[in-house]
């Protein structure tokens, strides 16, 4: 049986935010933890904001130009995701937002990402790179045939 990792967020999460929480109001007391959770929450959309328009602008760049602009797709989920990690209250995932809205972290992911991943584009073999996996099957026009499907085995009595 295979381990998924979704469970195991679910739950390790919100305890690492309660902790981190317990930990940064004892030392610097409940209001100022309070008011930065909040500031974090509207740096948050101030960032996804201003990154947003800027992604938006590359991406038409790219589209003008005839490219495919796969990076910039990943980036504005990345940026997506990092606004909503910092609208949700706690520190943890606070930080996991800051990361994602720093560049060079987005680029390391996208790297990740685009290594195990297979682009394929109709016509235009010079936007992606073609792996034909073995699960891939490529019929010519003789392999198939087209019929009324009145003596199919697979149509009921």
Do not use: C
Not at 43 to 52: D, E, F, N, V
């Amino acid at each position: 049986m295979r381990f998924s990792i979704i469970p195991f967020l679910l739950l390790a999460i919100p305890l690492a935010e309660i902790a981190v929480f317990v930990v940064v109001g004892q030392q610097i007391g409940l209001f100022p933890t309070l008011a930065l959770v909040l500031i974090t929450a509207v740096a948050g959309s101030i960032l996804l904001r201003i990154q947003g328009f800027n992604l938006l602008s590359r991406m038409q760049r790219e589209l003008a130009q005839h490219r495919l602009p796969g990076r910039e797709l990943v980036h504005g989920v990345m940026i997506l995701v990092a606004g909503l990690l910092l609208l949700t209250p706690g520190f943890v995932t606070d930080t996991l937002g800051l990361l994602l809205f720093i560049p060079a972290i987005r680029d390391l992911v996208w790297r990740f990402i685009r290594s195990h991943m297979v682009l394929v584009t109709p016509g235009d073999a010079s936007a992606g790179e073609h792996r034909p996996s073995s699960r891939t099957i490529d019929l010519d026009m003789s392999d198939y045939t087209s019929s009324d499907g009145k003596d199919s085995p697979w149509r009921g009595k």
